[in-house]
């Protein structure tokens, strides 16, 4: 059938057609509107700089603040004695890097090792493992769920991701143990994830489509987690054939630390037991698994550490734990107190003027510098060169998710006039090549700004705050902030 439109009816049409693209619906963009918008922007003097200096450069090099820069210092009253700078690569590992580094600083003093780094990737390897049969453990357990109920669609976005927070260090390494480097190196994988990463991602999201048919043909519990142990298999192969299979026992080699004489000096051998010695070293051999590894010369007990919150987005003085947030199924979910920033930082400094290491998590992708090393608010001026606002206070940043726990790292060293914190010196793990030879210098207002959380020792903690921990913990879930 043909449809014949009058003149009328086709002018009629015409008028709505030009009035929907003139005017557009409420909240488009109309023609006029655009032409307003348009109209507001003037390329005057300082604009037209701008663009000449930005279309040509990177913009960062433009915003960088020197007057920041030229009054910084990398002076400290407190700093902590710690040897070898990290390097997680393209990984996503920061969390173990600044776990391990925080556990290894004290053992080497204490053990009077000349060195001392774990190894990475042995643990790497377990999380992986682990995180594998989590997220297909939690596909069993919500076999019936629709596939858009959130925290499934949230297992599903991320089945095997790199990051992670201290409590997954603590199951891993209490399961586990530990490992030297150089016992287990790393590999290209572990240095760069991403391949390996994808293949996982998606061996277990068909091994989800596995188990949900299951289901749904009638499987039992027992019967899918038998399938499962088939589907491990094969994550396990996938995780040997990138990292290497993790030893299960290992001869380690060491060169201890000359030790320290009666007045604290470094010991050194004299005239007569070098030339008996010759070129000689001492060399320490030690045979033992992972566990025993961690058990004897480890020695540290994880249940000493506490996790310390600034989360500005709930109530201070409580105890909170985040859902699906551990690795380990039979672990733990992160579970922390939460304080105010001035009590937080007090914490941290009595932590590190006593020479002990505090990790942390922060907001890395804001007012820093890796060529620098430093962290400051206001370290580049976008405001200025743009004429805009993009003010928001530490919970807005959070709950918008502009703030977010990004990075973690360690506390190695403040710098203390008056009482107060000026600025705090911060073990990173990307490497001596970045920053000050791997040492960012983090200005105190940074810190305010952009600092989440601590790991530190309960005996640095006053007694008051530590009662928290005897509340009940309130649930947060998978998508809160702190996640």
Same mark, same amino acid.
């Given at each position: 059938?043909?449809?014949?439109?009058?003149?009328?009816?086709?002018?009629?049409?015409?008028?709505?057609?030009?009035?929907?693209?003139?005017?557009?619906?409420?909240?488009?963009?109309?023609?006029?509107?655009?032409?307003?918008?348009?109209?507001?922007?003037?390329?005057?003097?300082?604009?037209?700089?701008?663009?000449?200096?930005?279309?040509?450069?990177?913009?960062?090099?433009?915003?960088?603040?020197?007057?920041?820069?030229?009054?910084?210092?990398?002076?400290?009253?407190?700093?902590?004695?710690?040897?070898?700078?990290?390097?997680?690569?393209?990984?996503?590992?920061?969390?173990?890097?600044?776990?391990?580094?925080?556990?290894?600083?004290?053992?080497?003093?204490?053990?009077?090792?000349?060195?001392?780094?774990?190894?990475?990737?042995?643990?790497?390897?377990? *999380? @992986?493992?682990? =995180?594998? /049969?989590?997220?297909?453990?939690?596909?069993? %357990?919500?076999?019936? !769920?629709?596939?858009?109920?959130?925290?499934?669609?949230?297992?599903?976005?991320?089945?095997?991701?790199?990051?992670?927070?201290?409590?997954?260090?603590?199951?891993?390494?209490?399961?586990?143990?530990?490992?030297?480097?150089?016992?287990?190196?790393?590999?290209?994988?572990?240095?760069?994830?991403?391949?390996?990463?994808?293949?996982?991602?998606?061996?277990?999201?068909?091994?989800?489509?596995?188990?949900?048919?299951?289901?749904?043909?009638?499987?039992?519990?027992?019967?899918?987690?038998?399938?499962?142990?088939?589907?491990?298999?094969?994550?396990?192969?996938?995780?040997?054939?990138?990292?290497?299979?993790?030893?299960?026992?290992?001869?380690?080699?060491?060169?201890?630390?000359?030790?320290?004489?009666?007045?604290?000096?470094?010991?050194?051998?004299?005239?007569? *037991? @070098?030339?008996? =010695?010759? /070129?000689?070293?001492?060399?320490?051999?030690? %045979?033992?698994?992972? !566990?025993?590894?961690?058990?004897?010369?480890?020695?540290?007990?994880?249940?000493?550490?506490?996790?310390?919150?600034?989360?500005?987005?709930?109530?201070?003085?409580?105890?909170?734990?985040?859902?699906?947030?551990?690795?380990?199924?039979?672990?733990?979910?992160?579970?922390?107190?939460?304080?105010?920033?001035?009590?937080?930082?007090?914490?941290?400094?009595?932590?590190?003027?006593?020479?002990?290491?505090?990790?942390?998590?922060?907001?890395?992708?804001?007012?820093?510098?890796?060529?620098?090393?430093?962290?400051?608010?206001?370290?580049?001026?976008?405001?200025?060169?743009?004429?805009?606002?993009?003010?928001?206070?530490?919970?807005?940043?959070?709950?918008?998710?502009?703030?977010?726990?990004?990075?973690?790292?360690?506390?190695?060293?403040?710098?203390?006039?008056? *009482?107060?914190?000026? =600025?705090?010196?911060?073990?990173?793990?990307?490497?001596?090549?970045?920053?000050?030879?791997?040492?960012?210098?983090?200005?105190?207002?940074?810190?305010?700004?952009?600092?989440?959380?601590?790991?530190?020792?309960?005996?640095?903690?006053?007694?008051?705050?530590?009662?928290?921990?005897?509340?009940?913990?309130?649930?947060?879930?998978?998508?809160?902030?702190?996640?």
């Amino acid at each position: 059938m043909r449809l014949v439109m009058g003149k009328r009816q086709a002018a009629m049409l015409a008028v709505l057609l030009c009035g929907a693209y003139v005017y557009g619906d409420a909240g488009g963009l109309s023609r006029k509107k655009i032409e307003e918008i348009q109209s507001s922007f003037a390329m005057d003097a300082h604009t037209r700089a701008m663009y000449n200096a930005i279309s040509s450069t990177d913009v960062r090099n433009i915003a960088l603040n020197r007057e920041i820069v030229r009054s910084h210092d990398r002076l400290y009253t407190h700093k902590i004695d710690v040897k070898g700078v990290t390097n997680q690569k393209s990984s996503g590992r920061c969390w173990l890097f600044a776990g391990l580094n925080n556990i290894r600083h004290g053992v080497r003093k204490s053990n009077d090792l000349k060195s001392l780094e774990f190894s990475q990737i042995y643990l790497t390897f377990w *999380d @992986k493992f682990e =995180k594998s /049969n989590t997220f297909l453990e939690r596909v069993i %357990a919500w076999r019936g !769920r629709d596939l858009m109920d959130r925290e499934l669609t949230t297992a599903l976005q991320m089945p095997c991701p790199d990051g992670g927070y201290w409590e997954n260090v603590v199951d891993l390494v209490n399961k586990y143990g530990v490992v030297p480097k150089d016992v287990y190196p790393e590999t290209s994988s572990s240095e760069a994830t991403r391949s390996m990463n994808a293949i996982l991602e998606q061996l277990l999201r068909a091994d989800a489509v596995k188990l949900r048919k299951m289901h749904e043909q009638g499987a039992t519990v027992r019967q899918m987690r038998r399938e499962k142990e088939k589907m491990l298999a094969e994550v396990y192969r996938v995780l040997a054939m990138n990292l290497g299979e993790p030893p299960s026992e290992f001869l380690w080699r060491y060169e201890p630390g000359k030790g320290k004489d009666k007045d604290g000096d470094d010991k050194d051998d004299d005239k007569e *037991d @070098k030339k008996a =010695k010759g /070129n000689k070293q001492d060399i320490e051999e030690l %045979a033992m698994t992972p !566990r025993e590894f961690f058990g004897k010369c480890v020695g540290v007990d994880t249940g000493d550490w506490v996790n310390i919150f600034n989360d500005t987005t709930h109530e201070y003085g409580k105890r909170y734990t985040v859902a699906m947030s551990k690795n380990v199924w039979e672990g733990s979910d992160i579970t922390y107190i939460n304080v105010d920033i001035d009590t937080l930082k007090k914490i941290a400094v009595k932590s590190i003027v006593d020479d002990t290491p505090v990790m942390f998590a922060c907001n890395v992708s804001v007012d820093q510098s890796s060529e620098l090393g430093i962290m400051a608010p206001g370290l580049y001026d976008y405001e200025s060169i743009y004429g805009i606002d993009m003010t928001m206070t530490k919970a807005e940043r959070a709950l918008f998710r502009q703030g977010t726990r990004n990075h973690g790292m360690v506390l190695v060293g403040v710098d203390v006039r008056e *009482d107060r914190p000026v =600025k705090w010196l911060v073990e990173n793990s990307w490497g001596a090549e970045r920053g000050k030879g791997g040492y960012w210098d983090m200005y105190d207002e940074w810190f305010d700004l952009h600092v989440y959380n601590i790991i530190v020792r309960k005996e640095y903690v006053p007694k008051k705050v530590l009662k928290i921990l005897e509340q009940e913990p309130i649930a947060l879930p998978a998508w809160d902030p702190m996640q």
